[in-house]
């Protein structure tokens, strides 16, 4: 019988399969596209600080139930670290830089709890079974590559986020609603914020040896903001016209 992490992994594909297929006739409900049909909403920043905290604990809390003091590494720690750092800035800085953050849906962050509480879980289990098992063997050329991305993407995530933030704080002060974002990815792609990401989460499966969690996780990332990315672009351009760029692509440079 196939044990709970094996359970919860393909759960997590499933439902990789779902948001994709969802998002092809609906938008996600955030942000400027937040829907009334979708029931009750909370305050941005309590609803954003609820569900990405989830994950905050979830990971560790199945890491070190799963690992046994014994069988636990220094690159072990160090990968766990990257996971606290990303989703302490997540939950708490990100929510404390932006000047705003639309009210989100009791539905949405609903179920962004339990999906965070089940990546969170095979993350954990993932780095306490696949992750490096000896300190004194070398690490593979794929885990400083993986390193490298995971840390290019915050970078380029957190830039990209204070560009908005910026434009932001523009609004309110011109009155003008919406502005195009320049500078940095947003030179190519008009979600540089998701680009960033996408690339973060790919480095984590990278580094963490393609093992299952990671890949899940990487999976739901991109069935989650691929089609968002692609909204979000079709509206710049209803929205602004001719005078957005043209060469900009979604979210993969040059490419889509």
């Known amino acids: 019988m196939a044990d709970s ?93 932006a000047p705003s ?14 999906y965070n509480l089940a990546n969170g879980y095979v993350n954990g289990i993932a780095i306490a079974r696949f992750g490096a098992g000896s300190d004194s063997e070398p690490l593979p050329l794929s885990f400083y590559t993986g390193l490298a991305l995971f840390l ?32 940095g990815l947003f030179e190519l792609v008009s979600c540089a914020n998701y680009s960033g990401e996408i690339l973060e989460w790919f480095g984590w499966a990278l580094l963490n040896g393609l093992s299952g969690g990671p890949l899940s996780f990487l999976a739901f990332t991109l069935a989650n903001l691929v089609p968002r990315a692609v909204s979000q672009h079709q509206w710049y351009h209803r929205t602004f016209g001719s005078a957005y760029p043209k060469s900009r692509k979604a979210v993969f440079p040059f490419l889509y």
């Open 101 to 114: 953050i639309a009210p989100t849906g009791v539905l949405t962050v609903v179920t962004a709890i339990v």
């Open 152 to 183: 290019l993407g915050m970078g380029i995530n957190i830039h990209s986020d204070s560009i908005l933030f910026a434009l932001r704080r523009k609004k309110s002060s011109t009155g003008q609603r919406y502005h195009i974002p320049r500078g």
């Open 5 to 97: 992490y094996s359970l919860v992994l393909w759960g997590i594909y499933a439902s990789s399969v779902v948001v994709y297929a969802t998002l092809q006739f609906l938008k996600a409900p955030f942000g400027k596209f937040q829907d009334a049909r979708f029931g009750p909403v909370l305050p941005g920043r309590l609803g954003w600080c609820l569900f990405e905290s989830v994950s905050l604990f979830a990971c560790p809390a199945s890491y070190f139930l799963a690992a046994p003091p014994q069988f636990r590494t220094a690159t072990q720690l160090v990968v766990l670290s990257l996971w606290v750092v990303h989703y302490f800035h997540r939950s708490f800085v990100y929510v404390l830089r």
